[in-house]
């Protein structure tokens, strides 16, 4: 059984391929790093914040549906750090939705520097390397599938949130299509 509460894994013969958490966790927190820096540089760009927006979405969805609940299963007090980790999500959330673009990037930068320095150095520490991969592969699936505009009341922890946010995820990428909304980096 897996350190992280996973289904086990058929034999392969050799590592699991993929990327870890981590890795993902890191890469997505430098892409809203940098869309900020545009963003401070340019603050009326209604794409550029309308892309720093999808993609905290996405990435607040994912971390809520893998990160948090390895983390309260393999990290001792795992707990309440996943509890004040959605509760600063929420908030996010819900800066996001109101369009407070300004105060949702300095909630993004202390969101980044929690992360890194408390919570993936304690997973790394804690959770065997082929589970990290395993759990960057699923949280890679969850980002594509998650809502790319914020819905602070959907549910936020398993299970429900990974029943609900992958269908909330279709409405919004529809929405997106019809209303002609940019919603990756690459499209800037």
């Keep these: 059984m897996s350190e992280v509460n996973l289904p086990p894994l058929p ?4 590592e699991t391929p993929g990327r870890s958490i981590v890795d993902i966790v ?12 545009r963003l401070d540089t340019d603050p009326g760009d209604k794409k550029l914040a309308s892309v720093l927006v999808a993609t ?3 990435h607040l969805c994912a971390e809520e549906q893998y990160l948090y609940p390895a983390i309260r299963t ?20 819900n800066l996001l ?17 929690a992360d890194a320095e408390e919570l993936l150095p ?3 520490q804690m959770v065997p390397s082929d589970d990290l991969v395993r759990l960057g592969n699923r949280m890679e699936t969850a980002a594509e599938a998650a809502p790319t505009r ?27 299509v019809v209303t002609a909304r940019t919603t990756y980096t690459r499209d800037l």
């Design 11 to 14: 034999p392969t013969g050799g």
């Design 26 to 37: 890191n890469k997505q927190h430098r892409e809203l790093l940098d869309l900020i820096t």
């Design 56 to 58: 905290a979405s996405r």
């Design 74 to 93: 393999a990290v001792p007090g795992g707990d309440d750090l996943a509890d004040r980790e959605l509760a600063e999500d929420q908030a996010l959330l």
């Design 97 to 113: 939705k109101d369009g407070s673009i300004t105060d949702a990037a300095a909630a993004i930068r202390r969101h980044v520097a």
């Design 122 to 124: 304690m997973l790394e």
């Design 150 to 176: 914020p819905h602070p009341a959907t549910p936020s922890t398993p299970p429900w949130n990974k029943v609900v946010d992958p269908l909330v995820g279709v409405v919004d990428k529809v929405r997106d």
